[in-house]
């Protein structure tokens, strides 16, 4: 894959950024990633903390159209608001490019967890990236983008 960016700001998954914004407690600081865009106006947004989950916080799994942490709570509503209110963020600051942690239920791209909490994949994409990508949005996950620039 081959990926143009263009003089836009890009979006970026804040913990890719090294903000500590995960489940975990922890950021994702990934300096490969980071070195290939120190050229390009990034723009770090978290939409599970958008939403309005604590740090850190269970994780969650998509099931179905749904969002759930591994006790049986949903919590769809949260993953939508930080969806919806990142993606407006991303609209309004003219972004048409994103580069999304790979597999997390809100900003992963292409691969996502099946919701059985056992570390299966399976085709999907996260509720952020599914509402980036119906704003006409380009979406691509980290490791993606790293496979595309080293090949
Ligand atoms: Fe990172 Fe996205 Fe998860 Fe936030 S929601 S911690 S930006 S992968």
New binding site residues.
Partial sequence: MNLKISSNPVLI????MG?A???DGQ??HNSELLELLKDITLI??????EGGLPIPRPPAEIRGSGVFKENGEDVSDAFQK?ASVCTEKSVAALVNQAI??SR?????CGKIYDGSFSKTLIDGD?I?TQALKAAGINCISDEQYLKSKLR
């Fill in positions: 998954s804040a913990c890719l903000e914004c995960r489940f950021g994702k770090p947004l978290c939409p599970e903390v930080g999304l942690k997390s239920p809100a900003c992963g996260g952020f």
